[in-house]
């Protein structure tokens, strides 16, 4: 995509003429790791370089080492003193902010190189892609924390319908004790009482039993001496007649 560009200045350093064509071979090729290496070694020999400066930001760049790249042509912007210089930077700057999908900055820093070159065609279509890609991040944004509220919101009801049937089920199960304990009462009082064992009163004791034996013999005893006592009278006056 276009906003992925970045500017690049090929040159050949008067202080690191093989140095610096090696590491434009070396960013060409892809090398990037090399690439840095070669341009932080130039710059050693020639630090205020504003070019290998600019080379290396996109290099670093291109490693994803956003945070070094920006702070790289931070120095390079200080170091040039011409428009179209500093609106490459804060072009290629916009990139970096435009990769990370940072669409505010990035169009702060296509601003400020359109300011310094109102021509410049790319930093003007790369400033409306990135306020269209804002706009779109905006809306996910809202839609997302809509879904989330609305997911919430049922959660929060799906809750409040648990506990409501779980206080109709609690509700019901002490109804339904109730009930049974009711009926329970209605039918024990239904029950005919039980009857307690009532003693026969043609059951008699051992003793009982016994005493009624003893009078018995008694009076047989004595039914039977009234019974001799006859008998004897009966055989004297027999005697007597004849």
Known sequence: MKYLILILFLFISPSGKDKA????KAYKNGDYAK?????????????NN????FNLGNTLAKEKKYGEALSTFDQYKDLVKDSGQMSHASYNMGNIYA?????????????NALQMDPSDTQAKYNYE????????????????????????????????????NSQNKQNQNKNNKGNNKQNG???????????????????????????ILKALQNQEKKL????????????KKNAKDW
Not at 35 to 47: S, V
Not at 50 to 53: D, E, N, S, Y
Request: glycine letters at 4%; proline letters at 4%.
């Open 21 to 24: 064509r090696d590491g434009n």
């Open 35 to 47: 690439a840095e290496e070669i341009y932080r070694a130039a710059l050693k020999q020639d630090p």
């Open 50 to 53: 504003a070019k290998i400066l």
């Open 99 to 111: 990769d990370q999908k940072k669409w505010g900055k990035a169009m702060s820093m296509y601003k």
């Open 129 to 164: 892609l990135a306020y269209r890609k804002q706009k779109q991040q905006q809306k996910k944004n809202k839609n997302r924390n809509k879904n989330n509220k609305n997911n919430k919101n049922n959660k929060n009801g799906k809750n409040k319908q648990n506990q409501k």
């Open 185 to 211: 009462q209605n039918q024990n009082q239904g029950q005919k009482p039980k009857q307690q064992p009532q003693s026969n009163p043609d059951k008699m004791s051992k003793a009982d039993a016994d005493q």
């Open 224 to 235: 039977l001496e009234n019974f001799k006592k006859k008998k004897t009278k009966s055989t």
